[in-house]
């Protein structure tokens, strides 16, 4: 694929509502077994919906990078293998009382999920279609 494609590829993705941007979430996560996250000098980038603190995911490096604008420029993409996600995530965003915002763009904050609800998701057998 040429850098072109993946471009247009990405801008497509990119205009996807919420719902199939969460259904490719989990199937390009399943696929790579990892979740990306931006990290900061001082850890994990942290999102605000409404009253509740988030920490961003997506499904590739280029997504997060993408989302590395503004005031989080200087943030890097760090990938998280599922292995150590199930393990040390999702029981640690339980404790602090985070949620996650799945695959958030510039245009919305993604599909906002619960750290259980999102490891059920990623651990269901892919559909097939």
């Known amino acids: 694929m040429t850098s072109e494609n993946a471009t247009e590829q990405q801008a497509v993705i990119l205009g996807l509502g ?40 997506w499904p590739t490096r280029e997504f997060a990078q993408a989302w590395a604008t503004g005031e989080w420029e200087g943030c890097t993409p760090k990938a998280i293998p599922t292995v150590d996600w199930f393990s040390r995530w999702t029981p640690g965003l339980e404790e602090d009382d985070l949620l996650i915002a799945v695959f958030p763009t510039e ?23």
């Open 18 to 57: 919420a719902k199939k941007r969460l259904a490719f979430m989990f199937e390009t996560v399943q696929q790579y077994k990892q979740v990306w996250i931006l990290n900061d000098d001082d850890g994990c980038v942290m999102l605000t919906n409404e009253d509740d603190d988030c920490v961003p995911v």
């Open 107 to 129: 245009e919305d904050d993604g599909t906002i999920l619960f750290p259980d609800e999102f490891e059920k998701q990623l651990k269901a057998p892919k559909k097939k279609y």
